[in-house]
């Protein structure tokens, strides 16, 4: 077992051109974590991951793994190991292979890869595939062979690229509960990067919330679901995510959709009012909000309102446990807990 | 008859006067070789004839033998295809793979020397080779073939390196593989059809190549198409022996084409549909 695998990004700055698609990115990793990189499509998370496997370079800052500088160092000479997106599995060659070739490049003898391979292979149950090509797997079974292909030479780092995106929803979830265990039972430090929230929330240890080339927010996801630390943090984590109402607290008093509040302990001024859709209950005195839409998913549903009070028709999503006693047209009076209620600021969109 | 047996049947006979304007000159120099030179001249053609051996004698052991010119040919084209290749591939996949700066208007440059007509560089060709002491030499004619064998190519071989993902050429390197042997072991299996039309789309021209052998060369050095125009003289044109040379020259250029066919036909589609020339 690999007892390394502690990650440290100082600085991290990349820039294509006249654009700067990562501002400065520090981040630490501790050794045996699964870390995820969370953000939407463009926010620099993939860029990381491709900068700490040292298949870009950074403008500026430093690598560190387990207290070396390996920022100039080759991707090769970093003993990290990574699974693409598209997998890049070698099409000529056959599972077996493509599992042993980062063996065969150091030149271990033939009968140790033999072993080293299979064992690879079951740990991800494509022993039986050994002989086939690439072309001839299906979807899973390339994932796997990709897998296989970077625990086989015990890196002290595992990077994985969307490793899911390209496998059906079904498979997908099975294959996030397998991939946790691997890690558990390996060890291996493991750095995955996704644009999938529920992805990160049920697979990751801690991740980092990537947005417009800058980390938001670096936690648990118990933490970042929690306390977001802004309004796109917010909007982006939970399904659905929050709900965010432009209100204002003035004198003490919280200000939403035309109703006064006790407010929470925070200073006067305009804000924006998260609350999750789970911790919205109905009660006379709550804000006025009309049926636009009920989603049904069987043990929930999820109803999409408009609040009645609001310039721009603000949109509010509810969760409700079971079958809701609402209709589409009907006007239901919605208020939350003061604990549940997130306070951010109008301007900054940052947690106050 | 519906309409769509219609159609099959127009555009097979469409494909027929198309191939056949292909195949007949083909067809008239294979039955030409096996006449007798009285036959050749005879009017009325003659389909039926007494089929003979003796030009395939006299221009393989007589004594206007061309096989020290198809020996010549060979040397020639092989040389030449040997050093296009050993070059062009790893400058296709620099091209094709790294931010060079100036990597559009080097590409139209390497197209655009193919755009040159051939016969307006004989004479500088000409007195370059003779300032360097090199006319009518292996080496001198090898390196004319060269200088357009080389971008053509490069220009050929980019598509074809493009086409491989760069991802699967990350992983080589975070395998431990290093940019050569991930070149080797990874990039190169991908683009062996590739290779393979090229090879012998650079062969073909060296071996078919006319113009500047005669020019450039000629005497010491005779490829086979320039010892074929011997044939061809002011007093007569020995037809029979011209049509037997030129199907023993063309003999490597048919097995050739079959060999690789299945191939070429690939790689002269390769980047119309994305991802459709691989495996």
């Known amino acids: ?352 | 008859m519906s309409s769509r047996r219609w159609r099959t049947t127009g555009l097979t006979l469409i494909a027929a006067v198309l191939l056949s304007i292909w195949v007949v000159p083909v067809l008239w120099a294979l039955l030409t070789s096996f006449k007798t030179e009285r036959d050749v001249l005879a009017y009325p053609p003659l389909v039926f004839f007494e089929p003979t051996l003796a030009n395939y004698r006299e221009v393989l052991f007589g004594a206007s033998s061309i096989l020290p010119n198809l020996v010549s040919s060979v040397i020639v084209a092989g040389s030449a295809t040997v050093l296009t290749m050993l070059f062009a591939v790893p400058a296709a996949y620099a091209l094709a793979r790294l931010a060079l700066p100036a990597k559009r208007a080097g590409g139209f440059y390497v197209l655009a020397t193919q755009m040159l007509p051939p016969v307006g560089l004989i004479i500088p060709y000409y007195l370059i080779l003779q300032k360097v002491g090199a006319l009518d030499t292996y080496g001198g004619m090898t390196a004319i073939y060269l200088t357009f064998s080389l971008p053509f190519a490069m220009w050929l071989m980019v598509s074809y390196f493009e086409d491989v993902p760069p991802e699967m050429e990350e992983a080589a390197l975070l395998d431990r593989a290093g940019r050569l042997r991930a070149l080797w072991h990874v990039i190169l299996p991908q683009v062996r059809g590739g290779i393979a039309v090229t090879t012998i789309f650079v062969f073909l021209n060296a071996w078919n190549e006319f113009l500047f052998a005669v020019v450039l060369a000629g005497n010491r050095v005779r490829p086979v198409t320039v010892a074929m125009f011997n044939f061809i003289s002011v007093e007569q044109t020995q037809w029979a022996r011209l049509a037997a040379g030129a199907m023993l020259a063309m003999a490597p250029v048919i097995v050739l084409g079959l060999l690789a066919q299945r191939h070429i036909v690939k790689g002269l589609t390769v980047g119309a549909v994305k991802g459709g020339g691989r495996r």
């Open chain 1, 1 to 352: 077992m690999n007892a390394g695998g502690r990650v440290r990004l100082e600085g991290i700055v990349k820039r294509h051109g006249a654009l700067t698609v990562l501002h400065g990115i520090d981040l630490d990793i501790a050794h045996g974590e699964f870390f995820a990189l969370l953000g939407p499509s463009g926010s620099g998370k993939t860029t990381t991951l491709r900068i700490l496997a040292g298949l870009e370079p950074a403008n500026a800052g430093k690598v560190w793994l387990d207290d070396e500088d390996v920022t100039a160092r080759e991707p090769g000479e970093r003993d990290v190991a990574m699974v693409f997106q598209s997998y890049a599995l070698y099409p000529h060659m056959t599972v077996g292979e493509n599992i042993g070739f980062p063996l065969r490049m150091v030149n271990m003898p033939h009968a140790e890869v033999a072993s080293a391979v299979r064992d690879a292979a079951a740990k991800v149950r494509i022993d039986h595939l050994l002989e086939r090509r690439p072309g001839q797997l299906s979807g899973g079974q390339q994932q796997r062979c990709a897998l296989a292909r970077a625990i086989v030479r015990k890196p002290r780092l595992f990077l994985l690229d969307e490793p899911l995106s390209n496998l059906d929803a079904k498979l997908r979830l099975e294959t996030r509960v397998e991939l946790r265990k691997l890690q558990r039972s390996l060890g291996v430090t493991t750095v995955y990067v996704t644009h999938d929230q529920e992805e990160a929330m049920t697979i990751a240890d801690r991740m980092a919330v990537f947005m417009e080339g800058r980390i938001a927010q670096v936690g648990t996801p118990a933490e970042v679901f929690a306390r977001p630390a802004t309004t796109a943090v917010a909007a982006f984590i939970g399904s659905p995510p929050m709900n965010l109402l432009p209100a204002r607290i003035d004198q003490g008093q919280l200000h939403v959709a035309g109703i006064a509040f006790a407010a929470p302990a925070v200073s006067d001024g305009d804000i924006l009012l998260g609350v999750r859709p789970g911790a919205l209950k109905i009660a006379p005195h709550g804000i006025a909000a009309r049926v636009e839409l009920v989603e049904n998913m069987g043990d929930t549903a999820i109803v999409d309102c408009t609040v009645v009070n609001s310039v721009e028709n603000t949109p509010i999503k509810w969760r409700v446990d079971g079958v809701p006693a609402v209709r589409e047209g009907d006007v239901v009076h919605l208020t939350a807990a003061p604990e549940a209620l997130h306070v951010f600021d109008a301007a900054t969109g940052l947690r106050r």
